[in-house]
């Protein structure tokens, strides 16, 4: 069973923001103590790199791994998809 970050959020230390579209920055943000690591699949992506962003997340969330998942703002082109990717890895 995946930790649940929610706890660590009301406590946190230091977040560390990943952007979604760089998967190598995840283990060094994880290693570094980060309480939590949150991959960001908002604007610190490119729209040309949103659905790569969204498969990096999904992979490092399913290989049990726990971060939290700052989404794009509802009403854009990619928010469902970004919800739906959070959701299914225990989000909201």
Known sequence: MRPDPAPSI???RGLRFVPGDR????AKAAASGADPVVIDLG????PADEA???AHATTWLADGHAAVVRINAAGTAWSES???TAVEHGGP
Do not use: F, K, T
Request: glycine letters at 0%; hydrophobic letters at 65%.
């Open 43 to 46: 604007d610190a992506v490119a």
């Open 52 to 54: 790569a962003a969204r």
């Open 82 to 84: 970004d919800l739906a």
């Open 23 to 26: 998967p190598d920055r995840l």
């Open 10 to 12: 009301a406590a946190a």
